[in-house]
């Protein structure tokens, strides 16, 4: 199974039915088995904060929720992955492309990526990094405990798990 | 009118509705008004009102009202492009426009001056979108609600606050109880 397909199947076997995602070039073929499952509500944002505003509204109308984003998005979206996901204690998975590490082919990334985890440590997020295929088998139980605990959950996928792009 | 006088004249409208509420003033006003569990108050997140309600709508099938503002609005322009591209015939935005951000003292938005936002939604593909004067916007709103189209309401009122306390309600305590009416709602 490609990882796209295992991240797809995990998500539908933990009944996440609405998924909101802002492009990226490694999440590219994720976004597009999310866009044709017949599982998932897909709704494409225009800024990540606006998306995490449409998951905290649909967990709240009753189906479970996750962004698809990249980490350069974690500073766009601290403010409301405080005041909303956290302060009302919100559970959102996160599934993140870490642009900038190993393999990256664009300086201006690495700049974000050496902030990524010191601000996700700061925000008290629970963060895993897949940096090999294999890591991907730890994404269901990611999901249990994200639904578990009731917070956003950062899973960080860089450039060797996805082997380039 | 300002903005807690169309508050007070939707009020028996929205009760028994499921609500979004803007940041700040509006929330701290309808909750002094009229609190109802079906009611979310925002108590932060400047701008996501639409996007929240919109959420919600999509993911159940009773109606569901955001109310904003023009300033909140502003602030996550990118939330209408994706409100018209993602129709929710459940889904009310109501944008109470008094031209400022009424919050942080009343500095003037955009809005009131050349950015007519009834046109941006418009421009951006919304399909049903209504401009109307702060006086006829509870009739507006029940002809929306009755209808099952979604709408986009643009009220223009006038600048102005009055004086509100704060809501020290948890928001763990609000998150739960809009749940639980939206459960019951569509059990």
């Not at chain 2, 300002?2 to 509006?26: F, H, K, M, T």
Request: net charge negative.
């Amino acid at each position: 199974m490609s990882v796209d397909d295992k991240i797809l199947s995990d998500l539908v076997a933990n009944n996440v039915e609405f998924v909101t995602t802002v492009p990226c070039k490694q999440l590219a073929g994720v976004i597009d088995k999310i866009e044709n499952s017949p599982d998932i509500h897909h709704v494409p944002s225009n800024k990540e904060d606006e998306g995490i505003g449409l998951c905290a509204g649909a967990y709240m109308g009753g189906k479970r929720s996750a962004i698809i984003m990249q980490n350069t998005a974690i500073g766009v979206t601290i403010n409301t992955l405080v005041t909303l996901t956290q302060f009302y204690r919100l559970p959102l998975p996160m599934i993140i492309s870490y642009r900038g590490e190993l393999g990256e082919p664009v300086a201006c990334q690495v700049e974000m990526a050496v902030h990524t985890k010191a601000l996700l440590a700061q925000l008290h997020i629970p963060t895993y990094h897949f940096h090999k295929e294999e890591d991907v088998t730890e994404l269901d139980a990611i999901l249990k405990h994200t639904y578990m605990c009731n917070k956003p959950v950062a899973v960080l996928t860089d450039a060797s798990f996805w082997k380039g792009y | 009118m300002i903005r807690s006088d169309v508050l007070r004249e939707i009020a028996p409208i929205i009760a028994d509705q499921l609500v979004v509420c803007n940041i700040g003033l509006p929330s701290q006003e309808l909750h002094m008004i009229d609190d109802q569990p079906s009611t979310f108050y925002m108590l932060g997140t400047m701008g996501l009102s639409s996007s929240i309600g919109l959420g919600v709508a999509l993911a159940q099938n009773k109606k569901v009202i955001s109310i904003d503002g023009d300033g909140s609005v502003l602030t996550n322009f990118g939330t209408l492009p994706t409100i018209a591209n993602n129709v929710a015939d459940n889904f009310i935005l109501l944008i109470i426009d008094n031209g400022s951000y009424g919050s942080t003292g009343d500095q003037p938005t955009y809005a009131g001056k050349k950015t007519s936002l009834a046109a941006v939604a418009t421009a951006c593909g919304c399909e049903n979108v209504i401009e109307c004067a702060a006086e006829d916007t509870a009739e507006a709103l029940r002809r929306a609600i009755e209808g099952d189209k979604m709408t986009i309401i643009v009220c223009k009122c006038e600048s102005g606050n009055i004086k509100v306390p704060v809501i020290t309600m948890d928001p763990v305590v609000i998150r739960a109880r809009f749940m639980t009416e939206i459960e019951k709602r569509n059990g």
